[in-house]
């Protein structure tokens, strides 16, 4: 993703209004998933994992980058969240 890109989410997201809310680990386990993946280790296991994190990442920034956000995108899917 390019820093253009990414400095038009940041403005566009800047004229939001945003709450922060902690959630436990266990509640965010999509995203708490990523930050305990092994790193550094020699077993094949491990690197199978770490294979298929990469490629999780790799997808999920791929589907982030190409998502046009408009006005009517953010207004529909904010009607499904539960909260």
């Not at 004229?15 to 790193?39: H, M, Q, V, W």
């Not at 999780?56 to 995108?73: F, G, H, N, P, R």
């Amino acid at each position: 993703m390019t820093a253009g890109l990414l400095q038009h989410y940041a403005v566009f997201l800047s004229g939001f209004n945003y709450t922060i809310d902690f959630k436990k680990g266990i509640e965010n386990s999509n995203i708490a998933c990523l930050s305990r993946a092994p790193i550094n280790t020699n077993s094949y296991t491990a690197s199978a994992i770490n294979n298929e994190m990469k490629q999780l990442c790799d997808a999920t920034i791929e589907q982030i980058s190409i998502s046009i956000v408009t006005y009517q995108l953010l207004k529909e899917e904010t009607k499904k969240d539960a909260n």
